[in-house]
């Protein structure tokens, strides 16, 4: 199985912050990552797939790069509706493998 | 507009049975693979099965393999999941996604999820 590990598992950061969110997959997947926002008692939500395609409605603020093994979600300047929590998710292969979570909160 | 609305969860006691299923609208059902998704309390996310769009291929963690069943009726937009053998590690909110239509995963619309408990 294909291992998500992502980092931090947590932070503290301000309105206005740029907050970068890394995930690594244990063996290559090309561009093979999607990653989703969290937030208590919801749903995830799809923010961005490939790696570094925005998913329609998601604000720009936010963006995905990588490939292979390492990727990052980046959001440029956090909003109070961005503390939540973050997952990346690899596609490459079942079993699909999320990673274990980045919670973003409030400093 | 896409909805998914899951029903069927409950309290189950270690070793026994529940049904899941996942009701679709807004979508043309039978045109999109299918997932459960399901995360423990306080817990990530766990990708647990899915179904092709014609039900000819299915895929599980290896957790559930030989306990847990995926199906699907596509004359009515439902999708299923039979847990049987239930275990205390099983709880968690089950969470249905509609997949890919074609190509890598994308799970782009989410139900609200629905909980299991298992324990005695």
């Known amino acids: 199985d294909i291992q998500m590990t992502q980092s931090p598992s947590s932070l503290s950061a301000s309105v206005g912050d740029r907050v970068t969110i890394t995930c690594r997959a244990s063996?290559?997947?090309?561009?093979?990552l999607n990653w989703y926002q969290q937030k208590p008692g919801k749903a995830p939500k799809l923010l961005i797939y490939?790696?570094?395609s925005l998913q329609s409605g998601v604000p720009s603020r936010f963006s995905g790069s990588g490939s292979g093994t390492d990727f990052t979600l980046t959001i440029s300047s956090l909003q109070p509706e961005d503390f939540a929590t973050y997952y990346c998710?690899?596609?490459?292969?079942?079993?699909?493998?999320f990673g274990g979570g980045t919670k973003v909160e409030i400093k | 507009e896409v909805q998914l609305v899951e029903s069927g969860g409950g309290l189950v006691q270690p070793g026994g049975s529940l049904r899941l299923s996942c009701v679709a609208s807004?979508?043309?059902?039978?045109?999109?693979?299918m997932s459960w998704v399901r995360q423990a309390p306080g817990k990530g996310l766990e990708w647990v099965a899915n179904?092709?769009?014609?039900?000819?291929?299915?895929y599980y963690v290896d957790s559930v393999k030989g306990r847990f069943t995926i199906s699907r009726d596509n004359a009515n937009n439902l999708l299923y999941l039979q847990m049987n053998s239930l275990r205390a590690e099983d709880t968690a909110v089950y969470y249905c996604?509609?997949?890919?239509?074609?190509?890598?995963?994308?799970?782009?619309?989410w139900g609200q999820g629905t909980p299991v408990t298992v324990s005695s």
């Open positions: 996604a509609r997949d890919k239509d074609e190509g890598p995963t994308l799970l782009k619309y």
């Open positions: 807004g979508f043309t059902f039978s045109s999109f693979w």
């Open positions: 179904i092709k769009q014609d039900g000819t291929e299915k």
């Open positions: 063996q290559s997947i090309s561009t093979y």
């Open positions: 490939a790696a570094s």
């Open positions: 998710q690899q596609s490459s292969r079942t079993p699909l493998t």
